[in-house]
């Protein structure tokens, strides 16, 4: 493997590992943002919404751009723009200060979640195996550093511009560096690129792994945003314990990240969805029905080790179905990741408020074995790189994106 293909994965790993942390620290301090902001809660909802729904457009302008600049470019100009969003938000205000700056982060996060997927996607086509997940890992890990962050910003009572702004300060200029060794594929997202089926993407195609997409993260948002109520209000844990649901979750998606891609190396992605899908299911299963907060833990923590395997390979599939036209293929899908985000909480509240929050519990429970009916549309067809086809391919990526 090239030395150019390694420093593209280290540099593309960091950005995951940036992005991770950026968006934890904004989402874990929302309190903090509505008290800054003087928020109501009648109006925060409209807040928290605009933020993925903006994240949508961006990667839809994402699919257009890259016809024109290459996927590194867009990468490499979002990413700072997401910290300096972050910063901004720390640092206003009054209301419209709030709107512009979470309205900058959201779009700018949509362009950058396509892009750096858009990458990652290429760089696994040029290895020849798996790496999406370690890709993935690195954002887990951003994530977890980034609670972190805002955990200590919180408990040492700091204001959010002086919790974020180190942060900024030392990871802009890193990441913007390190952005000259992204490494640009050549499966192009132009007007005419055929996919799988020998014609342009289309949606029908890629339904399949947006409603995947979708179910993964109804999961995902029903941990991070009811974990920490549903083991105090119904499980019965004290205020502490409750916080610790997610870290576990968290840390869970990083060691299943990280161990992912050796069992799809080893078993294919079909069987890795498949068992990823089976453990979730469990997880949401012992939540559920858990007579107490340890057993609830438990099954956050088979949350984290099967939902984490999901995404990924999705993306990964996505770049497989459309081999000459991914780029294309994983913006429209990245979108999926927002529509999932918006509707897995009110979902789950309003089932709570209507029902009771053990049985909203077993709805994602059965979207995320949907995932099961589809998990063939992650088996590589002979002609691509995957499961037992496995090979070095440097031909086709390489095309390093020095220069600003």
């Not at 928020?39 to 409209?46: A, E, F, K, R, W």
Request: hydrophobic content about 50%; glycine content about 12%; some cysteine.
């Amino acid at each position: 493997m090239t030395e150019v293909l390694r420093r593209g994965r280290g540099s593309l790993a960091f950005s995951f590992l940036v992005q991770g942390a950026a968006f934890a620290l904004l989402v874990t301090r929302i309190p903090a943002i509505q008290d800054q902001y003087d928020i109501s809660d009648g109006l925060l909802p409209v807040f928290l919404a605009a933020v993925p729904i903006l994240a949508g457009v961006g990667s839809v302008c994402t699919e257009k751009l890259v016809k024109r600049v290459r996927p590194s470019r867009v990468l490499r100009w979002s990413q700072p723009v997401v910290l300096l969003a972050l910063l901004g938000v720390g640092a206003g205000s009054s209301l419209w200060q709030a709107a512009l700056a979470l309205g900058a982060f959201g779009l700018a996060v949509g362009a950058l979640d396509a892009s750096m997927n858009m990458l990652g996607v290429s760089l696994q086509r040029a290895y020849g195996r798996s790496i999406m997940l370690g890709f993935h890992a690195a954002y887990s890990l951003g994530g977890i550093v980034g609670a972190s962050l805002a955990w200590a910003g919180a408990h040492w009572e700091l204001s959010l511009f002086v919790s974020y702004l180190p942060v900024v300060v030392l990871l802009l200029p890193t990441a913007f560096v390190g952005s000259r060794w992204y490494v640009d594929g050549e499966s192009g997202a132009g007007e005419g690129a055929q996919g799988a089926s020998g014609g342009p993407v289309v949606f029908k195609l890629l339904l399949p792994l947006c409603l995947v997409m979708t179910f993964a993260y109804i999961g995902d948002s029903t941990v991070s945003n009811w974990s920490a109520k549903y083991l105090q209000d119904v499980l019965g844990s004290s205020e502490q314990l409750s916080t610790v649901p997610y870290n576990v979750y968290m840390v869970m998606t990083l060691v299943g990240r990280a161990l992912g891609d050796l069992g799809v190396r080893r078993f294919g992605a079909v069987v890795v969805v498949r068992f990823g899908a089976v453990v979730a299911a469990l997880g949401f299963a012992v939540v559920a029905v858990a007579p107490g907060p340890w057993v609830g833990m438990l099954g956050f923590t088979l949350l984290g080790l099967g939902l984490c395997v999901i995404v990924p390979q999705t993306f990964a599939a996505a770049g497989r179905l459309f081999p000459n036209a991914s780029d294309s293929a994983i913006a429209r899908l990245n979108v999926f990741n927002y529509v999932g985000f918006l509707i897995g909480s009110p979902l789950v509240g309003a089932l709570g408020d209507a029902w009771n929050y053990r049985g909203a519990m077993l709805v994602p429970m059965v979207l995320v074995l949907v995932t099961l009916v589809y998990a063939r549309s992650f088996a590589p067809a002979a002609d691509r790189y995957g499961d037992g086809h496995e090979r070095p391919r440097t031909a086709d990526v390489g095309r390093g994106s020095n220069g600003l």
